[in-house]
DNA sequence: TGTTAGCACTCGACCGAATAGAGTGCTAAC
DNA sequence: GTTAGCACTCTATTCGGTCGAGTGCTAACA
């Protein structure tokens, strides 16, 4: 069913409406705020109507409406309109490339915060089909070595492998060369059984040791399924009454603080692809504790099989508009800064 | 001037009733609680000399006393009595050693912060003399080397160096042995203008090599001055209402997100050397948004010359006596676990 | 001289009634 | 189909009153 223009009207009015004030609008409110001329008795009529199909509710009876969960879906798939304003100032933010990875994350979720007044989070790009580069074993010690990897991302790994025998210039130098001609290129599922075989063979009376660097290397990698989550401006959601509750607040901040739960909006969301950037309101959330949030995410693209996610946090009556436009440009702004990581080098 | 030894022990059953409740306390409830055997009227002239003295103050007029930091501060100086009890457990949770850095410290804030209910923090160890043990130089790209750093204290870094000229293996080798016979057990205040003109003059043709080398040292190494902080346990603050309200409350979130606030704390412990626990109260703290908190600080030395430091935040009614046990314990767990560390290598 | 019982007093917390005001739904007129 | 008007509902706020915890002071007591 169809809603005809004189309601979205008043509906997308509603909502921008209490989008600004966080409280619930009257039918005198709208009567004034749109161009319809129409008086609030005719509106009043409208509302009746909008809160029967079910796009707002009353809080209590004598009191103005809110949307509901389904108003503002239908607001954020079909009446919203971008605006391309403040795009520019992010961009100089961002510009000036910090050149540890960590860091540069960090400051996105901290410009996204301070942007939009939200709570956001980050996570840092996981690798997807993450090919070997480059193996190094240095003896550092007597009786320890340090193996150091790096995969096709350009991201570098370090381990510390502690060894009984101790190995000659000699020796090293051939298992370098024993582990890179073999491994270099390989994805790490690529690894088997049978390979880790052969290459114990080769490495003849040190086999056991590639067994330990081979653990070491799959290890490594597989750190990184843990992923990091940087979060930033968690204190926002004290700027909006629905939210800081004690209880809520409570919960919310736990929630950011255990990042792990915030891992789920990821998964969920990793499954799309690169796709386009994603809504959740109220309910729709994976994660319960923020079913009175709505987020906004996005997945962003680091070079190629690298993917992360950045999301947006804040209340149901979030500006969708501007966390939408705002999550396009720095996904844009990361995709791109690879490029031009390439380019430099 | 020195309390009796009647005054000392109200003072003390104040404080302890004040801990548990969080209410203020009247004459009554210490009539009863102490071993003193006497009327609320004597408690209650005793309690005005507190009061005049400033070790207490009533928030209002009818109501009970609290204790004011002055007498917070007398209490942890001299009243406390730690007690051994939970030690144990603590110990169990941290035997699971986590072999990795971050790991490790996430773990003990967390471990710290479901112990004793409150926030807290932890700094990574910080290199105060820190000296290189190895350098490598690898060649990773045709445009690219990888120069790993190893410390004493078997901190590795990474850093890729773009180069514009290709080099051969027998140069890498070269530059890899002139950077380590040289650098090799050197602090890096150490290397100064001298020592790099003439590594460069050794290096010959590629001397502005070397002088990108040693930039990427220097650079690898200070990366640690703006130091990792990891929080845990921040929505603790919650659980008590004196610190609940939005304003303490977004405030203290705030103050916990950016960790480079809580960076005073830690500079300001340094300079003590690895001393002993120490107890800010209210005002005493050196960071204004915590006025209203107590914090237990301490350092841990994780091998020699590696210093970070561990803190307790929570309201002036904090149970000091658990707190600074707790602290003690996790202190000489994460000074021995370096101990271990090496024994297993 | 130190301790205690007793009492008047203070002040915040809590409760309920009264009021104001925002907003609605409905009806009747345009 | 639109609107003016009105009765009605419900929340938020305010105000006065009461309750009770706790105090300070005084006078009596050991």
Redesign the pocket.
Known sequence: MHLDE?KMKILQAIIRNYLETG???????ISKYTDL?????????E??DL?ELGYIV????????IPSDKGYRLYVDSMMQENERQVEELKEMLVEKEEKMDHLLKQVAKVLAVNTNYATMITAPRYQKNKLKFIQLSRVDADQILAVIVTEGNVIKNSMIPVSETLDDETMLKLNILLNTNLNGLAIEEINLGMITLLKAQAGLHGSLIGEVIDAVAETIKEDEDLEIYTSGTNNIFKYPELADQKRASELITTFEEKQLLSKLVDDNMEEGTGEIKVYIGEEAPIQTMKDCSIVTANYEFGEGMRGTIGIIGPKRMDYEKVVGTLKTIKVQLDTLYQKDLKEE
């Open positions: 004189r409280e619930p609008v009257g039918s005198r409110t001329n129409l008086s609030s008795a005719t509106i009043r009529n509302m009746a809160e009353q809080p209590h009876t004598s009191a103005g409406r």
